[in-house]
């Protein structure tokens, strides 16, 4: 922050209520987040559940944790997971063997499943590929976002709009290709 906001900022706090109140607000951020990430994963999860997906399962946990995986199958295999402020594919909670799951990814035709990801920022060796932050809402931060506290605001504040952009990337690996793919990584790789 520059001086001449810093001096701005304290010009605000010209009573010890006032302070006090900004205080109070910091010390409960973390709550205003995880109300404003619930409402965004109680969005997609309605949606979701009337939207016919015929061949995925969502699940949701915490306050912002949404994911997507094969029926038939349980939520520890190869998954599209979105937490907060990254969207990855991930395969690391228990059912598949972690080193199977490495090893036939190197066969080229399981490229197919990073081409989903529209920017990718990472892997390791449980999440085949990930994004952080890839979202647009019209401001400076478009496609990213500094972190997790800024992008919440756009969760509670522009639910609709963040729904369909975490929608429409799941949508790109709910086709019969990437699907098959998912079915094939859980069938020849579990413990």
């Known amino acids: 922050m520059n001086e ?3 001096q701005k900022a304290m010009q605000l706090f010209d009573t010890a209520e006032k302070w006090n109140a900004f205080c109070e607000l910091m010390n409960r951020n973390g709550n205003i987040q995880n109300r404003w990430w ?8 309605q949606r979701e559940q009337t939207s016919g997906m015929s061949e995925w399962n969502i699940c949701i946990w915490n ?6 995986y094969i029926k038939g199958e349980t939520n520890k295999t190869i998954c599209v997971h979105f937490w907060g402020d990254c969207f990855r594919v991930f395969y690391g909670y228990g059912d598949l063997d972690i080193d199977k799951v490495n090893e036939l990814l190197k066969d080229s035709k399981f490229d197919a499943i990073k081409s989903c990801i529209d920017r990718i920022d990472g892997s ?3 999440t085949i590929c990930w994004e952080d932050r890839n979202f647009r809402f019209e401001t400076p931060y478009d496609t990213c976002f500094p972190d997790h506290r800024t992008l919440s605001w ?3 504040n522009e639910t609709e709009k963040f729904a369909n ?3 429409a990337k799941v949508r790109k690996f709910q086709t019969p290709e990437i699907t098959a793919l998912f079915k094939e990584i ?4 579990r413990k």
Do not use: H
């Open 154 to 156: 756009y969760a509670g």
């Open 4 to 6: 001449e906001l810093l």
């Open 38 to 45: 619930k409402k965004l994963q109680t969005e997609v999860y």
């Open 63 to 68: 306050n912002w944790d949404i994911m997507w």
């Open 165 to 167: 952009q975490l929608i």
């Open 186 to 189: 859980n069938k020849n790789c």
């Open 124 to 126: 390791d060796s449980q």
